[in-house]
């Protein structure tokens, strides 16, 4: 028995390798890149701990170079993930009883694993299945994925020391109880770290998970729940269950014991479950919890006082990094007329000399988007902004799947602050820029803060520190992380809580405690110490 009470100290963020050329890092990766490149995995469910081979097959394939299979994988049917839901509900007992701190410890454990010996894998399986750079794995694959393990540790731990007080002749306890029965989690392909927290967020809390990974992430996926199980994960307490997320979600939906879902994907998707939520709630033993980060359409907003580099340079990054396939990535651009011809040129300048590829080429700063549905979907809006006569296009605009999903980073200026591409969310390597006039600023400040539905990230900039104040408490409700001077890309675990409202989602805040309280379901206990003996009170005794 031991019945100390821990402290966990406050971690501090995985540092982000370099990977020059020739360092023990690069070396270590660009072996593990052609060792995957060289060989063809199967990939089974895993129900209770046990790999589960379904026989109904589907490829994983490289966005860069589709004629490469890197992967076959199992689908589940309605059998597979009933089991998996009773694989989860048998597990709930046990995982739910283990001191927290032995579940934060198998946290702990993972983030080491990934940190140390697994990195180069993680990163080799994410850049070659998602289509990412060297970079771009490195800071989602390894570095947030750890950061979400570590954190969500520490700050489980904070949620746990908080205690109600306990007044003269009583004690008062609060036990934080996981929720009672099983949670759904719905992964996104574009990040590998999101994948990892959808599951070990309510796991960390004490709960059980049946999980249902992108069928287009699914190489870096499968080697996560590998290195869950290798931390001690408990057989049942993730269940790893690809397959169709219709035919999934309807048969989790119709459970009794779902308590909860963690998506992250598109708005639509999460639209359906919540849709299917509400049709089967007569059913449920309690309310599911539904908590979903969904979709972006994230601005800059540039006042007249702002540098036309740093302007240019974070808009580029913010839009292009991983081929615009980030929910935060930037997708429209408000630019003073005064300062419009100095952007331009600065963006023009930057789109000239980033280059687009293969990721084994590091050099590469663009490489090609998920897949041939996304790649369609992408061009059909350049196409639109071709023959479209409020619009020109600036950069870009081409694309060619014949090896690879490449697009080109497509650069759109419109005369249409409401043009299709300043309101939808396109999630490809698309910026559309408006020009406003200066004395406007105050109409395009309202204008950008209802052109979309959604309100995931926002920046401005200004070298007016008052303005850009002004400008943040005027655009409150447009972006639930909002950045002055700076990209609204790259949320830091434990440093910029991220998630947005409106459209984009619950707005949970994945990765602190704002997240971690909506897998819990505490008890208040009270013991009295003197139980009373009279059923009469005093005033009644006269
Ligand atoms: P998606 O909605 O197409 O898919 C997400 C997941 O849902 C996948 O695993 C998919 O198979 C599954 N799914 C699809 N239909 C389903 C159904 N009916 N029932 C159950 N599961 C179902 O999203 P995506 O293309 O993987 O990701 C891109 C989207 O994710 C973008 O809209 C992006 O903005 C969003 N995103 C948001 C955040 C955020 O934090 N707000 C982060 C990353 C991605």
Not at 63 to 90: C, G, R
Not at 155 to 161: L, R, T
Not at 246 to 254: D, Q, W
Not at 281 to 304: A, M, Q, W
Request: with cysteine; net charge negative; proline share 5%.
């Amino acid at each position: 028995m031991n019945n100390a009470i821990y402290n966990f100290p406050v971690p501090t963020n995985e540092a982000v390798l370099e990977y020059r050329n020739g360092s023990p890092e690069r070396i270590a990766l660009e072996k593990e890149l052609q060792r995957q490149s060289e060989s063809c995995i199967e990939i089974p469910l895993i129900i209770g701990g046990k790999e589960i081979k379904t026989g109904s097959i589907s490829e994983v394939r490289m966005p860069h170079n589709h004629q490469h299979l890197l992967a076959i994988y199992h689908k589940a049917t309605e059998k597979e993930v009933e089991m998996a839901i009773s694989a989860a509900l048998d597990a709930h007992r046990s995982w739910a009883d283990l001191s927290w701190t032995v579940r934060a410890s198998i946290l702990l454990k993972a983030a080491e694993l990934i940190g140390g010996k697994y990195r180069a894998l993680m990163n080799a399986a994410t850049m070659l299945g998602q289509s990412k750079n060297i970079f771009q794995a490195e800071i989602d694959s390894v570095c947030e994925t750890i950061d979400f393990l570590k954190f969500n540790a520490y700050f489980a731990s904070k949620i746990y020391e908080m205690q109600p007080r306990s007044a003269f002749n009583q004690l008062n306890k609060m036990e934080f109880r996981p929720l009672e029965g099983f949670v759904f989690t719905v992964s996104p392909f574009n990040f590998t770290s999101i994948a990892s927290n959808l599951n070990m967020a309510p796991v960390m809390m004490g709960n059980t998970t049946v999980w249902k990974p992108a069928t287009t992430s699914l190489l870096s996926n499968y080697y996560l729940m590998k290195i869950f199980q290798e931390a001690g994960l408990p057989e049942g307490v993730i269940n790893f269950v690809p397959g169709s997320g219709a035919m999934i979600g309807k048969t989790v939906m119709a459970s009794p014991d779902l308590a909860g879902i963690h998506f992250t994907g598109s708005n639509a998707t999460f639209n359906q479950l919540w849709g299917g939520v509400s049709a089967n709630l007569g059913n449920y033993k309690s309310y599911p919890r539904l908590i979903g980060e969904t979709g972006g359409k994230n601005f800059i907003f540039v006042h007249p006082s702002a540098s036309a580099k740093e302007v240019a340079v974070n808009a580029y990054r913010g839009a292009f990094e991983f081929q615009g396939q980030k929910c935060s990535a930037v997708s429209r651009l408000y630019v003073p007329e005064t300062l419009w011809q100095d952007v331009k040129s600065e963006l023009l300048a930057v789109s000239t000399d980033a280059r687009m590829g293969d990721v084994n080429d590091a050099g590469n700063f663009i490489n090609a988007v998920i897949d041939e549905a996304s790649f369609d979907n992408i061009m059909s809006y350049i196409h639109y902004a071709e023959k479209a006569q409020d619009a020109e296009i600036i950069a870009g605009g081409r694309g060619d799947k014949s090896k690879g999903y490449f697009v080109q980073p497509t650069i759109i200026v419109t005369t249409n602050p409401r043009f299709k591409t300043m309101e939808e969310e396109i999630f490809g390597p698309v910026l559309t820029i408006f020009v406003y006039p200066d004395a406007e600023m105050n109409q395009m400040l309202e204008i950008c803060n209802t052109t979309s539905p959604y309100g995931l990230t926002g920046a401005v900039f200004a070298q007016d520190r008052v303005a850009a104040s002004q400008m943040c408490e005027y655009l409150r409700y447009a972006a639930g992380n909002f950045y002055i001077n700076d990209k609204p890309t790259g949320a830091i675990v434990g440093l910029q809580p991220f998630g947005g409202s409106r459209a984009s989602g619950t707005n949970d805040k994945a990765g602190g405690e704002f997240n971690l309280i909506r897998w819990i379901s505490p008890r208040t206990i009270k013991e009295t110490f003197q139980p009373a003996t009279d059923y009469r009170y005093s005033y009644m005794m006269e």
